[in-house]
Nanobody
Framework: QVHLVESGGGLVQAGGFLRLSCAAS????????MGWFRQAPGKERESVAT????????AYEDSVKGRFTISRDNPKNTVYLQMNSLKPDDTAVYYC?????????????????WGQGTQVTVSS
């Protein structure tokens, strides 16, 4: 059974930073592209970042480019999201997802496994 467990969320002031982690189990982690998505209250889920199986290719939603960095550690079965220069608009529940394909994708429909989410709140 696949499990994705996010951690690292919390309350931070605007301009601050957080590092999210997602620990994966029950899947061949290095065969999967990974993604981070978020959903704010009253809004649809949106993509944030994605990384390919080896970690050498990543893609980002325009709103986070230059501020967020996705990375992965395959021996540790973990994917990370470093979030810098946080803004109140970044407030959302952040979800980690695994895709049964080695290439990146910012489309949530292409991810079959999801974590339970971690709350990120950015105060102004």
């Amino acid at each position: 059974q696949v499990h994705l467990v996010e951690s690292g969320g919390g309350l931070v002031q605007a301009g601050g930073f957080l590092r999210l982690s997602c620990a994966a189990s029950g899947l061949s982690f290095s065969d999967n592209a990974m993604g981070w998505f978020r959903q704010a209250p009253g809004k649809e889920r949106e993509s944030v970042a994605t990384i390919n199986w080896s970690g050498d290719t990543a893609a980002y939603e325009d709103s986070v480019k230059g501020r967020f960095t996705i990375s992965r550690d395959n021996p540790k079965n973990t994917v990370y999201l470093q979030m810098n220069s946080l803004k109140p608009d970044d407030t959302a529940v952040y979800y980690c997802a695994a895709r049964s394909h080695y290439r990146t994708s910012l489309s949530a429909n292409e991810y079959g496994y999801w974590g339970q989410g971690t709350q990120v709140t950015v105060s102004s």
